[in-house]
């Protein structure tokens, strides 16, 4: 898929041949399925408000897959929970930014009319469909309640509709799994019952939490072709979170890399697999196995900073070889030419050695 489409000015990206500018305000940019500008979501505990999502800013296209990845604990879930208004409050709660979807920020919704977008606009595939799905009720239940919150059907056109969105996913049988429960299904048959709840209302956008979490390989090869396949057909914009950097290669337009709740790194995922720049994506890089590897892996030393820590300067400065002594002591803004942003005061040449 190419990652040159011509774009409307917005927060993130606000042209796609030009750098990033100031975050959007108002109305949101036109001709962006999603833009999501500075924002800011903190956990309390003991009493003290921790970020755990630090001014987050990125633009979606129609049609458009964004991969965001980093590794667990960077900030990933909790940016897609924070977009959809889904942070468990408390402890956590969004405390800035905005969430611009066809004119409206999300963030300045009521709960009802919220609740209308969810699903009809904007829906999310989350991360375990064991937890996700309620185990007291069938597969049928659960997605007619959404279909008839959502539209003003029959019982028996829901049925039908809920039948036909199993289908679609390839889920077997679709006539009669619609009456079993989730522990009665396999996890590759629950992930596909999740797809296909967050699509049967036809959105515009899809945040993907690790859809493929804990499916075995060919399973995993069968859930990301269908999303693809029903992406394309709708002509979706799609958030894909993922560790996985192979399924980031192979579908993504762009790439986000998240690290201590910010993007330290955004570029076409061509451009980002040949040429990363910020050290820790170069770490990310250098730690996939290859011939080169010998059967030894590379690993970036330490851990993400907690969000109680955060060091004083640059985030990943006490796990950085090119660390400086102004890495320390100043926070990096996202800058850059052109489409390849990075939020780094002593870029590097990429050695995949």
């Known amino acids: 898929m190419s990652a040159t489409r011509s774009s409307t000015p917005g927060c993130a990206v606000p042209d796609r041949q030009a750098p990033i500018g100031p975050a959007a305000t108002g109305a949101g940019p036109p001709g962006l399925a999603l833009s999501i500008c500075n924002l800011r979501t903190v956990i309390r505990t003991e009493g003290v408000d921790h970020e755990v999502v630090r001014g987050l800013s990125l633009d979606i296209q129609p049609d458009e897959i964004v991969c965001l990845v980093g590794e667990s604990g960077c900030g990933k879930t909790m940016t897609a929970l924070s977009a959809l208004r889904l942070v468990p409050s408390p402890p956590a709660r969004v405390v800035g930014g905005e969430v611009m979807l066809a004119g409206r920020d999300l963030l300045k919704l009521s709960n009802r009319e919220m609740r ?36 003003p059907l029959s019982k028996r056109d829901a049925t039908d509709l809920a039948i036909s969105a199993l289908g679609g996913v390839g889920l077997p049988a679709p006539h009669q799994q619609i009456d079993a429960y989730p522990h009665q299904l396999s996890g590759g048959m629950r992930q596909r019952v ?3 709840m967050a699509l049967m209302l036809d959105p515009s956008v899809l945040i993907a939490d690790e ?3 804990a499916l075995d390989v060919t399973v995993q090869a069968q859930i990301l072709d269908r999303l693809l396949e029903e992406q394309r057909k709708r002509h979706m914009a799609m958030l894909l979170i993922t560790h996985d950097l192979a399924i980031v290669a192979s579908i ?3 790439v986000a890399v998240m690290y201590s709740g910010e993007i330290v790194e955004l570029a076409p995922v061509r451009e980002l697999f040949s040429n990363p720049r910020h050290p820790y994506t170069q770490g990310l890089l250098k730690a996939l196995p290859s011939a080169r590897s010998k059967g030894v892996l590379y690993s970036i030393p330490g851990r993400v900073p907690p969000p109680q820590f955060p060091p004083p300067g640059c985030h990943f400065a006490p796990r950085c070889p090119y660390a400086v002594s102004r890495c320390w002591q100043q926070y990096p803004e996202l800058t850059g030419e052109g489409l390849h942003q990075m939020r780094c005061f002593n870029p590097q040449p990429f050695d995949p050695s």
């Open 252 to 254: 993504a337009d762009r």
């Open 194 to 196: 999740m797809i296909a």
């Open 211 to 213: 859809p493929t979490t």
């Open 116 to 151: 209308a977008v969810r699903t009809e606009e904007i829906s999310m595939i989350f991360q375990d469909p064991l937890t996700s799905l309620d185990p007291v009720f069938t597969v049928g239940q659960m997605l007619i309640e959404v279909i008839c919150t959502h539209r």
